[in-house]
C-alpha cells in the first residue's frame, strides 16, 4: 500500500499526504519496525510489478513478473497494450 492511498481514503481527516507519512513514521517508530514493515511504501507514479505483460506498439514486450520492477512513462495516447489474466487493457 501507499500512504497516497491511506490519503485518498479520507483526504478531510489527513488534509495532505505528508501527514499520512508523519502517521505511518510514527508508527514504525513506536513499534520499533522499519517503516516497510507496516506495508507501506512510496513508489514512484507509472511503476509497476507483478503478472502483467505490456506490449508496446514497436514489437518489444515487458514482462513485469520477471523484471524487479518496471517504470512506465505515461503518454496519451498510450504507446502499449497490457495483459493480464487473459485480459487486454
Given at each position: 500500500m501507499q500512504p497516497r492511498d491511506i490519503y485518498y481514503r479520507d483526504p478531510e481527516l489527513f488534509v495532505k499526504q505528508a501527514?499520512?507519512?508523519?502517521?505511518?513514521?510514527?508508527l514504525a517508530f513506536t513499534l520499533n519496525i522499519p517503516r516497510?514493515?507496516?506495508?507501506?511504501?512510496a513508489t514512484a507514479k507509472g511503476l509497476i510489478a507483478g503478472s502483467l505483460l505490456v506490449h508496446k506498439y514497436d514489437g518489444q514486450i515487458i514482462d513485469c513478473d520477471t523484471e524487479d520492477e518496471v517504470l512506465l512513462s505515461l503518454h496519451l495516447p498510450l504507446p502499449y497494450s497490457m495483459l493480464t489474466e487473459n485480459r487486454v487493457f
Open positions: 501527514v499520512v507519512d508523519r502517521y505511518v513514521d510514527d516497510d514493515s507496516l506495508n507501506v511504501v
